[in-house]
C-alpha cells in the first residue's frame, strides 16, 4: 500500500465501492448460513482498516450491515495452494464474478510476493579525504534521461460471442495479445485462454509504458487425427487504446464486448465478439535501470618499455548504459 496509486482519488473511490461489495458478499453468506473465508484485495482490506480507525461508525455500520461486529483476521499469511488463504480466495473471486459480474483481481490491488530482505550496511574504515562540494544547477543537466511512465495491467478474456455455426464445437480458441508498439518493458506476444470457452480462469499481469494499444488476435487451432494437419487461423482482431482509459484517468477498470476485425477488413452485420476485461493502475515514473561497463585499460606506458622502478598510472573509460543500451555518460577513472 506504499505505491503511489494507493493515494489516487479514482483509486480509492473504486476501492469503496468494492469494499462495500465485499461486505455485501459477506452478508448473503451469513444469510445462507454459508461458511466461507472471504479474503480481501488489497484496495478492500485498505477501507477495511481505515473503516477500523473509527470505532464508533465501525461498530455502528456493521451492525446495520451485517448484525454483529466483523472482526479482521490478518493472522493467517500461508499462501500455499489448498490452504486457508488460497481456498478462500478462490471462492472469494467465484461469488463475487458470479454476484457483480465484474472481475475480482485488479491492478494494483494484488499480492506481490515476499518483500526483499532490506540492505545492510558494512561499515568500513577509509582515508579518503571528502571535501564539500558547492552544488551548481550548471551540472543538473550533464545526464539527460528520459522521463518514462508505466503503467500495470491485467488482462483477462471472459467470454466470445457470435462464432460461426463450423467454429462453435470444433477444436480450441485461444486469445493472442500484445502492443501495437512494443516497449523495453512489454514486448512479448501472450497466450491467454477464454474463460467461457475452457472453464479455466486466465488473468495476465504484466506492466508497459502508458503509451500505445492493445491488440488481441483470436485464434482457432483445428485439431486433426492425422498428424500435421492441424492449423491455426486467425478469426479477427481488436484493440484497446490505453490513452483513451489514462488520459484523464476517469476509470481503472473496465470490461465490455470487442467487436473483432476480420483478416480480410470486411465487417459482417453480427461480427465476432470478445469481452474482455482489463485493468490499469495509474501511470508512474518507471525506475532506471543503469549498468556501468568498463573498457579495457589504457596506459601511456602500454607502447613504451615501462621505466625501472616507476609505475605508470592507468586510465580507463566506464560506460554508463540505459536499458535500451544507450549511453547516458563516460566516465575517464585513474587507478594508481
Not at 458478499?25 to 461458511?35: G, H, V
Not at 480481501?40 to 446495520?64: A, E, G
Not at 568500513?124 to 534521461?145: A, G, L, T, Y
Not at 481488436?238 to 467487436?259: C, G, H, R, T, Y
Amino acid at each position: 500500500v506504499s505505491r503511489s496509486h494507493f493515494n489516487n482519488d479514482v483509486f480509492l473511490e473504486e476501492a469503496v465501492a468494492r469494499y462495500k461489495g465485499f461486505l455485501h458478499l459477506i452478508k448473503k453468506n451469513r444469510e445462507r448460513s454459508i461458511k466461507r473465508f472471504c479474503v480481501p484485495t488489497y484496495d478492500i482490506d485498505l477501507i477495511w482498516h481505515t473503516h477500523q480507525l473509527h470505532p464508533d461508525s465501525y461498530c455502528k455500520d456493521m451492525s446495520k450491515t451485517l448484525g454483529k461486529v466483523l472482526e479482521h483476521d490478518d493472522m493467517d499469511q500461508d499462501r500455499t495452494k489448498g490452504k486457508k488463504l488460497d481456498t478462500g480466495f478462490s471462492g472469494t473471486t467465484k461469488q463475487w464474478e458470479e454476484t457483480f459480474g465484474s472481475r475480482y483481481p485488479k491492478a494494483g490491488a494484488m499480492y506481490r510476493g515476499t518483500a526483499p530482505s532490506p540492505l545492510t550496511t558494512i561499515p568500513f574504515s577509509s582515508d579518503i579525504v571528502s571535501k564539500e562540494v558547492v552544488s551548481s544547477k550548471e551540472c543538473q543537466k550533464i545526464i539527460n534521461i528520459p522521463d518514462l511512465k508505466i503503467v500495470e495491467v491485467f488482462v483477462e478474456i471472459v467470454a466470445v460471442k457470435n462464432l460461426p455455426e463450423d467454429h462453435k464445437d470444433k477444436g480450441d480458441l485461444f486469445v493472442f495479445f500484445s502492443k501495437s508498439q512494443p516497449d523495453i518493458f512489454f514486448n512479448a506476444k501472450q497466450k491467454l485462454t477464454i474463460l467461457s470457452k475452457s472453464g479455466m480462469k486466465q488473468v495476465a499481469s504484466f506492466q508497459c509504458e502508458a503509451t500505445g494499444e492493445l491488440l488481441f488476435e483470436l485464434v482457432s487451432h483445428s485439431t486433426s487425427k492425422i498428424p500435421m494437419t492441424g492449423a491455426s487461423k486467425t478469426m479477427g482482431t481488436a484493440s484497446l487504446s490505453l490513452q483513451n482509459f489514462i488520459s484523464p484517468i476517469s476509470k481503472l477498470a473496465v470490461e465490455q464486448w470487442f467487436d473483432l476485425v476480420p483478416r480480410s477488413g470486411n465487417v459482417s452485420s453480427k461480427p465476432i465478439s470478445l469481452r474482455i476485461a482489463v485493468s490499469f493502475t495509474i501511470p508512474t515514473l518507471a525506475p532506471h535501470l543503469l549498468r556501468m561497463v568498463r573498457s579495457r585499460p589504457l596506459s601511456k606506458s602500454s607502447c613504451f618499455f615501462p621505466l625501472p622502478g616507476r609505475i605508470q598510472p592507468a586510465k580507463s573509460w566506464t560506460r554508463v548504459i540505459d536499458e535500451t543500451q544507450s549511453e547516458v555518460i563516460s566516465l575517464q577513472m585513474r587507478y594508481n
